[in-house]
T-cell receptor, first 111, second 112 residues
Framework: GENVEQHPSTLSVQEGDSAVIKCTYSDSASNYFPWYKQELGKRPQLIIDIRSNVGEKKDQRIAVTLNKTAKHFSLHITETQPEDSAVYFCAASWGGNQFYFGTGTSLTVIP | NAGVTQTPKFRVLKTGQSMTLLCAQDMNHEYMYWYRQDPGMGLRLIHYSVGEGTTAKGEVPDGYNVSRLKKQNFLLGLESAAPSQTSVYFC???????????FGSGTRLTVV
């Protein structure tokens, strides 16, 4: 089955700096890659996703890039704000029966 | 339109007791999932269902049972609770793996 690795497990940045979280996947058939944000005590919520037919997608301060050849994808957050502090999960799917999740990155934005 | 609703939100059980967690979705989704989340362990899949009347095991199914008698409901049962089942449980649903999950708000279960 698919295996998704996520790095780093923890990340601290100063407010206003950028944050980058990286994930690698093992199954070349995977074609859909969502990212979830989970604030403390809350449910994970989908914040951005990318499909295998595009290399980059942006939504205001967040962007996701995909390198199919290397089988890795990354979440980029620019101009970080304290409200960006949360746990972020990447996931991958080839359209089967489930998503495969990374183990999460705890992001802390220091004011 | 409530999305995915989990009940209860909190529960404390004694070792050996049983309970059922209910997940209900009003989006007509085919796929439903139960995950557990433990500190530093991410989201681990317990059981899932790809349609009414179907269930399948995930990564950590031992000690749990599930049922999907109605399309909108997915029940997670603990027959004899153990302290190792202390966790936060999330239900999720989707109508296609081409789109992301919608998660419920979670159930915090403590087994003493």
């Amino acid at each position: 089955g698919e295996n998704v690795e996520q790095h780093p497990s923890t990340l601290s940045v100063q407010e206003g700096d950028s944050a980058v979280i990286k994930c690698t996947y093992s199954d070349s058939a995977s074609n859909y890659f969502p990212w979830y944000k989970q604030e403390l005590g809350k449910r994970p919520q989908l914040i951005i996703d990318i499909r295998s037919n595009v290399g980059e997608k942006k939504d205001q301060r967040i962007a996701v890039t995909l390198n199919k050849t290397a089988k890795h994808f990354s979440l980029h957050i620019t101009e970080t704000q304290p409200e960006d502090s949360a746990v972020y999960f990447c996931a991958a799917s080839w359209g089967g029966n489930q998503f495969y999740f990374g183990t999460g990155t705890s992001l802390t934005v220091i004011p | 339109n409530a999305g995915v609703t989990q009940t209860p939100k909190f529960r404390v059980l004694k070792t050996g007791q049983s309970m059922t967690l209910l997940c209900a979705q009003d989006m007509n989704h085919e796929y439903m999932y139960w995950y557990r989340q433990d500190p530093g362990m991410g989201l681990r899949l317990i059981h899932y269902s790809v349609g009414e009347g179907t269930t399948a095991k995930g990564e950590v199914p031992d000690g749990y049972n599930v049922s999907r008698l109605k399309k909108q409901n997915f029940l997670l049962g603990l027959e004899s609770a153990a302290p190792s089942q202390t966790s936060v449980y999330f239900c999720a649903s989707t109508d296609s793996l081409r789109y992301g999950y919608t998660f419920g708000s979670g159930t915090r279960l403590t087994v003493v």
